[in-house]
């Protein structure tokens, strides 16, 4: 069962937006969820990950910091906080289940969902 992102849209520069994501029927499988985003014609790309045990989260050293992962345990629910968004921000934001925390690598995370369009416009 994929897990499945929720929240996008379209947005103007400088705005701000939510993403979720939660498996469906069931709970997560691993301690580690992940964002990636792919805009057209280029490669998905990393954005960042959360430990649900502890918390602890990880940007790579090329993030700008804008986005903020957390989690509802009560809800089951990993969210992406948006802010300052930039129209190249445009993409489909996917979110996964990885296997160990601190990679960045998209074969170390699964249960690939369908993504959520995120639109920035200018």
């Known amino acids: 069962v994929q897990l499945q992102a929720s929240g996008g849209g379209l947005v103007q520069a400088g705005g701000s937006l939510t993403l979720s994501c939660a498996p469906s029927?069931?709970?997560?499988?691993?301690?580690?969820v992940g964002w990636f985003r792919q805009a057209p014609g280029k490669e998905r790309e990393y954005v960042t990950s959360?430990?649900?045990?502890?918390?602890?989260?990880y940007f790579t050293e090329a993030w700008e910091g804008r986005f903020t992962i957390s989690r509802d345990d009560a809800k089951n629910t990993v969210y992406l906080q948006m802010n300052s968004l930039k129209p190249e921000d445009t993409a489909v934001y996917y979110c996964?289940?990885?296997?160990?925390?601190?990679?960045?690598?998209?074969?170390?995370?699964?249960?690939w969902g369908q993504g959520t369009q995120v639109t920035v416009s200018s």
């Open positions: 959360i430990h649900l045990k502890d918390g602890n989260t």
């Open positions: 996964a289940e990885g296997k160990l925390f601190g990679s960045s690598r998209s074969r170390d995370f699964g249960s």
């Open positions: 029927g069931r709970t997560f499988n691993t301690y580690v």
